[in-house]
Structures are given as structure tokens and as C-alpha cells.
């Protein structure tokens, strides 16, 4: 019942990550959505530097993603919207 | 330009007490924040999840805040940063761009931030703080793994462990891992009876371990953790009463979740910024603005509320912005120091308990000096910049023995965070290089913008500066 009421309260729609379509819902953040689809690593400093979300509140700028072309956008503050165009930096870069 | 006669920086509790109180005696109250809603932290997961029901005396009181506030005289202004303050003008962004708003009182309460305490691995993701978990399951009912460790100290790791319990998702969480020892606890057996309804809320989280069947081991903390592109395993060791690893203790966990976090710090930068004078005070979580007794900072009409003047708790910045807003009433003459008098005094007398309470989480609850140890010179301490101990202990050796000289000498504090992240570990390791007080290791000088904004917003703000 209770998951019902809240599907009610909550639209569920599509984003876009490198590409790939995941369902999402109104209300949740960027780094909320990537994780409930799995994807852990965010962005890659170096070859062996992965990043993903870890402070959760804005304060670390670990889980910077780019977000509809605009750069260094953070995850776990970014509201998702329907049809948003996510690019996750995981291109690995020269250390 | 736009005016206020209050505005209010940050809608958690403390904020969201002010605000109210502020409104209803009249005040023309402005009310700000970063975040899309109202709540901060504290109350983040309230508004979506009106089926949990608030259990505590102070989730009620401020669920029942978050409730007033539509119908109060309030300007909610959220999914605005503050990134600047001069004077009494504060430099706003939001998604409409970049404006200036001066107000004749202004009331801060920022909040405060996770402590953690590095080792090797540290920043693989799968590791993060507890606050980010809570937030996932709570907020988004999203969790963050399937094999979930909880490290560090104090409270927080019992009360997001218990979330991740009630989570609908099939996880395991493998257990609690305790810095401290029971005994460390027992001199704060005082502190902690003065508070009935924490210990009633921390008895309640036991319960629901036990139910769960989730281990909680005293005296154990994380050494290592280890994965090529994520979290797949941790290293853990018992530390005995100093704080040292135990030899020989060591065990290999599998994990793709690591919550760790040892409590909290006071977010100062814009009282910082604003050039209220600070100190340093354990007891109250590190650096903090000197306040007087209606939280008013050493800036006269800028307050200080919550765990921005110290880390108190929900309940500490209820009766703090209140307060604060009794105070800027009377300053505005809108109330009469009788009034002021009859609704100050009980207000202070509540406060008292709470202070010894709040002064227990802040010690205790810390990562012992000892922990040093377990920082190889390898671990990356400033994340942003990804400078590691070696590096920074070498500097230290050389002579930079405070934030702003190893600032100098090293990239730290000097990425998007500003040194939020990294500035008490980097005061740790100075501590331990030349044992100087934290005190006098000083503070990074925080800089406007506060949090990146857009570089064409700073330019339209500069335009309308000049003209």
C-alpha cells in the first residue's frame, strides 16, 4: 500500500547516462538515480584514482559529473529531470 | 538591490526555529538555503517519507516546524547558495543567477559537515561517509551496496545502520565497528543521564541491531580498503586502549560498502568570511565563532545558531534560533525587554544539559591520536588535490605548522572544497609532527565564491556592482 501511495506522489522517467537509458523518479538526485542503477565510479581523476559519491551533502565535490554539457555539476546535489543528458568522466586520463 | 531586515542562512532546525520565531513577531524574515527544501540535513527524508512517524520529542518539534512554515510571513528562498557576505550584503546564486540581498541582521546557521579520518583506499567509491548513506536510504530509498560496513564512532553508525535495516532491498550489514572501548564511556555516565530522551532514542537503534542480528564490536576500526576501479574488501584490526592496531588481529572482510564517520564539524566559512572572530573549542566540535548569550558573533547583527556555533544537535539549534531571533526582535523593537526576558530565560536554562551532552559526542566519539599510525605516508589526504601524507608530513617537517603556511608549500585546500574535507586532517597531522594545539594551527581563510558558481553569474554580479 505504502509503495503504491508513494508511486503516486513520485513521476518515474528516464535519464540519460554515457548514453544509456535508466528509470528514475521525480525527487531523487543525480548520485541517487547512478547508484540505484549500479554505477558506483563517477569520474576518474587519473588511471588509478575512480570517484564516486562520499560526503552526500555538497561539501567534498568528489561526485562531479557533467550534466546536459554543463561540467563539474555534483551528483548529490543535482535534482534529476526527465530527459536530462548525464556524461560520467570515466575516461581514463594520463596520470 | 534587495533588502530584508532578516535573513536567515540555512533552513535546518536552528534556521527554521529563527525563522518562525522571527516571523511571528513581526519580523520581515528571509529564508535561505542550498538544498531544493527546507529541512537540512536533520530533517531531509521527512518530506517525502510522511509515513515514518517521529519518534523523539525533537523530531516531533521539528517536523512540526517544517509543517508551520507554509503558512508563516517567511520568504523561502531555497535552492540558494550564499557564496558571499560583505557587510550585511549577501551574494546569492540561484538558478534565476546572481543577486545581492542586504539585510540588518543577518542569522547563520550552516550546519555542520561529517568528520572522517583516512587510511589507505579511502577514496575508492563504495567508501563514504554515514551522512551520505542515510541520505541515500532515507531520502531516496536507494542503498548504497548489498554488503554494507559501518566504521568510525559514535551515534550516527547506530542510527544509519538501523535505516539501512528497515530498507525493502535485500543487503547485508555486516556489522559496527567501534573506535572506542566501553569503558572510554563510562566518566560521561553524567552528561548522558541529563538527557533521557537520547538515551531513549540510542536505545531504540540497539534494539533494532539486535533484532537485525547486526554485530557491533568496541575497540575495532578499518586499516585498509582495497579494489582496483571500486570497493571489494576491507582490512580491520582491534586497537587497544591507546589506540593502536593490535598486531596479528587483522581480518579480510569482503565488502562493496564502507559508511565510516567519527561525528561532526561546525561549517564556518561564512562566519569566516563575514570576519566574526573564531576559537577553538573541542568541547563543541573545533572551530567556532565566539557568540554572547543571544548567539550574537563578535559582528554586531550577525548571529551564529546550531551546530554553526557548535555542534549541539537538532534540539541545541531549535532553542538557539530561537533565541537568536528573541534577540533580533528586541534589537528591531519588536519586542519589549520584558517580553524578551519572560521567553530568553527558559530557553537558556533548557540549553544547559544539552551542552554537556553535545560536549560528550564531541570528545568521545573523535579518532584517537593514536590513528595516525594507521595513515601510510601513500594515503591521500586532500581529495580534491589528491596530496598525500608523505608529501604533507615532509612540509610539516620543514616548517609549515599551520593550514595557511602548508597551503603555501602544497596544493592542498586549494581544489573545489576549499579545504572542507581535508583541514582537520591536515591539523591531525601536524598535531602529531609538533604536537602544537589545534588552536594554533589555525583555519584555512575561507574565499568567495564559498562553492563554485557559474564564472558568467560572478560577472553579471560585478556588472550590476559597478553600474
Redesign the interface.
Known amino acids: 500500500l ?1 509503495e503504491k ?2 508511486k503516486k ?1 513520485h513521476q518515474h522517467f528516464n535519464i540519460e547516462i554515457n548514453g544509456r537509458d535508466i528509470e528514475t523518479r521525480s ?3 543525480i ?2 538515480a547512478l ?2 542503477a549500479g554505477v ?3 569520474r576518474q ?2 588511471d ?15 561526485c ?1 559529473v557533467t550534466v546536459d554539457g ?1 561540467p ?1 555539476q555534483r551528483a ?2 543535482t ?1 534529476v529531470l526527465p530527459g536530462m543528458k548525464i556524461t560520467l568522466n570515466t575516461e581514463s586520463k594520463p596520470a | 538591490m534587495k533588502t530584508t531586515e532578516l535573513a536567515i542562512v540555512g533552513a535546518g532546525p536552528g534556521g527554521l526555529s529563527a525563522a518562525i520565531t522571527a516571523a511571528q513577531a513581526g519580523v520581515q524574515v528571509t529564508l535561505l538555503d ?3 527544501h527546507p529541512g537540512g ?1 536533520y530533517l531531509r527524508g521527512a518530506r ?1 517519507d510522511k ?1 515514518i512517524s517521529p519518534k523523539t520529542k525533537t523530531e516531533r518539534l521539528s517536523h512540526s516546524l517544517l509543517e508551520q512554515l507554509p503558512s508563516q510571513k517567511i520568504d523561502i528562498r531555497t535552492g540558494t547558495l550564499v557564496w558571499g557576505i560583505e557587510n550585511h550584503r549577501l551574494a546569492l546564486h540561484s538558478a534565476q543567477g546572481t543577486e545581492w540581498l542586504t539585510a540588518k541582521k543577518i542569522i547563520i546557521a550552516t550546519g555542520a ?2 568528520l572522517t579520518s583516512p587510511f589507505p583506499g579511502w ?7 554515514v ?3 542515510q ?2 536510504v532515507k ?4 542503498v ?2 548489498k554488503r554494507i560496513l559501518l566504521a568510525g564512532s559514535g551515534p550516527l553508525l547506530l542510527a544509519t545502520a538501523s535505516a539501512l535495516s528497515k530498507s525493502e532491498h535485500a543487503i547485508s550489514i555486516l556489522g559496527i565497528l567501534e573506535a572506542t572501548q566501553p569503558l572510554s564511556w563510562m566518566k560521561h555516565t553524567l552528561a548522558a543521564l541529563g538527557n533521557l530522551d537520547r538515551l531513549i532514542e540510542g536505545w531504540q537503534y540497539a534494539q533494532s541491531l539486535i533484532r537485525n542480528k547486526i554485530p557491533y564490536r568496541f575497540g575495532y576500526t578499518v586499516i585498509r580498503a582495497e579494489g ?3 570497493l571489494t574488501s576491507v582490512t580491520i584490526a582491534r586497537v587497544d586502549r591507546r589506540g593502536k592496531a593490535i598486531p596479528g588481529s587483522e581480518e579480510h572482510i569482503s565488502v562493496d560498502t564502507l559508511c565510516i564517520g567519527y561525528g561532526f564539524l561546525p561549517n564556518t566559512e561564512l562566519t569566516q568570511l563575514a570576519g566574526c572572530a573564531h576559537e577553538y573549542i573541542p568541547e563543541r566540535g573545533g572551530w567556532v565563532p565566539i557568540t554572547d548569550e543571544t548567539l550574537q558573533t563578535s559582528l554586531p547583527g550577525i548571529y551564529a545558531v546550531g551546530e554553526t556555533a557548535g555542534v549541539g544537535g537538532a534540539k541545541t539549534a531549535m532553542l538557539q534560533g530561537q533565541i537568536a531571533a528573541l534577540g533580533v526582535s528586541l534589537e528591531l523593537g519588536r519586542l519589549t525587554k520584558d517580553e524578551f526576558a519572560r521567553r530568553y530565560l527558559p530557553l537558556t536554562k533548557q540549553l544547559q544539559p544539552l551542552k554537556r551532552f553535545g560536549a560528550m559526542l564531541n570528545t568521545l566519539f573523535r579518532p584517537h591520536p593514536a590513528f595516525d599510525e594507521l595513515i601510510t605516508d601513500e594515503t591521500i589526504i586532500c ?2 588535490e ?1 596530496v598525500r601524507a608523505g608529501e604533507i608530513r615532509q612540509a610539516i617537517r620543514g616548517g609549515a605548522h599551520t593550514l595557511s603556511h602548508l597551503k603555501n608549500w602544497l596544493p592542498v585546500g586549494q ?3 576549499q579545504g ?2 581535508c583541514a582537520p586532517l591536515l591539523t591531525r597531522l601536524i598535531n602529531a609532527e609538533t604536537d602544537l594545539p589545534s588552536g594554533k594551527i589555525g583555519q584555512f581563510r575561507p574565499r568567495p565564491p564559498l ?2 558558481v ?1 564564472l558568467g553569474a560572478l560577472a553579471n554580479s560585478t556588472d550590476e556592482e559597478s553600474r
Open positions: 505504502l501511495a508513494l506522489v525527487g531523487q538526485t548520485a541517487a547508484i540505484a558506483l565510479t563517477f581523476l587519473t588509478d584514482e575512480p570517484r564516486g559519491l562520499f560526503c552526500g551533502m555538497g561539501v567534498c565535490f568528489d562531479l554543463i563539474d548529490c546535489m535534482p | 542550498e538544498y531544493p540535513q517525502q509515513a559537515r561529517e577514496t575508492l567509491p563504495g567508501v563514504m561517509t551522512g551520505a548513506a541520505i541515500l531520502e531516496h530509498g536507494v548504497p551496496g582496483t576501479n571500486r581529495r580534491c589528491q581544489g573545489p572544497c572542507r574535507t562553492k563554485p557559474p
